[in-house]
């Protein structure tokens, strides 16, 4: 494992001095640059380790010193210094775990109601809005690519495409059947209801990654539905694209501009195809669209926010939190980093590469 370290470092040193080089070109530039990054934290930890390691040999050798203040300190100085090692040692194993190469990149966000019509719909919106403040938190950028609203506060269904740093690498576990316990306000008898919400989280494609032959879609346009701005439903502005091989529908209606609405569906459709490629080619370890969506049944379930008691239930690693408003206005950090903690820990487990 040290040997393959070593290597990775020369790498590193090697980028390094390519970078500094000026007759390459700009393309070079750009990969070579992507690989440097890559590469930082994995070297930057690997450096402090040996460096921690060649100290503690020195703290280790003043032990015998015939000073006994020094012999003291340098006793406290080992203890300090077998901790960061072990420390260090962690996040190597962390690091050098195979990278999703999906991590890296934006997201297209569905969330749907599931069961518990009004009401789910209704927390349907809620979850949209804990995920943009979410984004807003962390500094990404939120675009609203296709809504189906009920016209009563509610969400039918929203999709979103979320742009910003390593935003599939937190988001990922978000997907699947989120359940919501509370006492709806159109219920008289103050009796609590259940309800689901599901979360689908693909990874943005590119065009250079999905292969969609022209003559494989229909693309219908039509006059928008619901409500909207007084030139929405007068228009042939709507798009709604079909994916023949896969029956794969996407409907866009929020913009003015049918061209507008077509490049958004066509962003949904390469989400969608790239995950159900994925799924396929990783069938065994990949948690893609269709096992995140289920049925949205209620006995389905990921997340239970449970309004009464303030409580937010991950059931997946038995993590329970009683700050359920914070989680509401986006506060999400503490549950995506147990969840990423929980994923790190089970892939060691199953991992030989361990220093």
């Given at each position: 494992m040290?040997?393959?370290?070593?290597?990775?470092?020369?790498r590193?040193?090697?980028?390094?001095r390519k970078l500094q080089?000026?007759?390459?070109?700009?393309?070079?530039?750009?990969?070579?640059s992507?690989?440097?990054?890559?590469?930082?934290?994995?070297?930057?930890?690997?450096?402090?380790?040996?460096?921690?390691?060649?100290?503690?040999m020195a703290?280790?050798?003043?032990l015998?010193d015939?000073?006994?203040e020094?012999?003291a300190?340098?006793?406290?100085?080992?203890t300090r210094?077998e901790l960061?090692i072990?420390?260090?040692t962690?996040?190597?194993n962390?690091?050098?775990l195979?990278?999703d190469?999906?991590?890296?990149?934006?997201?297209?966000l569905?969330?749907r109601?599931?069961?518990g019509?009004?009401?789910?719909a209704?927390?349907?919106?809620e979850m949209?809005?804990?995920?943009q403040r979410?984004?807003?938190?962390?500094?990404?950028?939120?675009e609203?690519?296709?809504t189906n609203?009920?016209?009563?506060?509610?969400?039918?269904?929203?999709?979103t495409?979320?742009?910003?740093d390593?935003?599939?690498s937190?988001?990922?576990n978000?997907?699947?059947v989120?359940?919501?316990?509370?006492?709806?306000?159109t219920?008289?008898?103050?009796?609590v209801?259940t309800?689901?919400?599901?979360?689908?989280?693909?990874?943005e494609?590119?065009?250079?990654e999905v292969?969609?032959?022209?003559?494989?879609?229909?693309i219908?346009?039509?006059?928008s539905g619901?409500?909207?701005?007084?030139?929405?439903n007068?228009?042939?502005s709507?798009v709604?694209i079909?994916?023949l091989?896969?029956?794969?529908?996407?409907v866009?209606q929020?913009?003015?501009s049918?061209?507008k609405?077509k490049?958004?569906?066509?962003?949904?459709?390469?989400?969608?195809l790239l995950s159900?490629?994925q799924?396929?080619?990783?069938?065994?370890?990949?948690?893609?669209?269709r096992s995140m969506?289920?049925?949205?049944?209620?006995?389905?379930?990921i997340?239970t926010y449970n309004?009464?008691?303030?409580?937010c239930?991950?059931?997946r690693?038995?993590?329970?939190?009683?700050?359920?408003?914070d989680i509401?206005?986006?506060d999400?950090?503490g549950?995506?980093?147990?969840l990423?903690?929980?994923?790190q820990a089970e892939?060691?487990?199953?991992?030989?590469?361990?220093?």
């Amino acid at each position: 494992m040290f040997k393959k370290l070593e290597q990775v470092e020369k790498r590193f040193e090697d980028l390094e001095r390519k970078l500094q080089d000026p007759t390459i070109g700009p393309n070079d530039i750009r990969l070579f640059s992507k690989e440097h990054a890559d590469l930082r934290e994995l070297v930057d930890t690997y450096r402090q380790f040996r460096q921690a390691e060649h100290d503690l040999m020195a703290s280790k050798e003043l032990l015998n010193d015939s000073d006994a203040e020094m012999r003291a300190f340098a006793k406290e100085e080992a203890t300090r210094l077998e901790l960061e090692i072990e420390s260090l040692t962690k996040a190597l194993n962390v690091l050098l775990l195979p990278k999703d190469p999906n991590d890296e990149k934006n997201v297209v966000l569905e969330v749907r109601a599931g069961a518990g019509g009004d009401e789910a719909a209704l927390f349907a919106f809620e979850m949209y809005r804990m995920y943009q403040r979410y984004a807003e938190k962390r500094g990404w950028k939120l675009e609203v690519l296709s809504t189906n609203s009920t016209g009563l506060g509610g969400l039918k269904e929203i999709t979103t495409l979320i742009s910003g740093d390593r935003v599939f690498s937190r988001l990922k576990n978000e997907g699947g059947v989120h359940r919501v316990q509370r006492v709806p306000d159109t219920e008289t008898q103050g009796r609590v209801h259940t309800s689901t919400v599901t979360v689908a989280v693909l990874p943005e494609a590119e065009e250079v990654e999905v292969n969609i032959n022209p003559n494989e879609l229909r693309i219908d346009v039509m006059r928008s539905g619901g409500s909207g701005g007084q030139s929405v439903n007068t228009t042939d502005s709507a798009v709604r694209i079909t994916h023949l091989p896969t029956n794969t529908v996407v409907v866009c209606q929020d913009e003015k501009s049918q061209h507008k609405n077509k490049d958004k569906a066509m962003k949904i459709l390469r989400a969608r195809l790239l995950s159900a490629e994925q799924e396929k080619a990783h069938a065994a370890e990949s948690a893609a669209r269709r096992s995140m969506v289920g049925t949205g049944d209620r006995s389905e379930r990921i997340r239970t926010y449970n309004f009464p008691q303030s409580r937010c239930t991950d059931h997946r690693i038995g993590l329970t939190v009683h700050n359920l408003p914070d989680i509401m206005q986006g506060d999400l950090d503490g549950v995506v980093e147990a969840l990423i903690a929980y994923t790190q820990a089970e892939l060691l487990k199953n991992s030989s590469s361990v220093l």
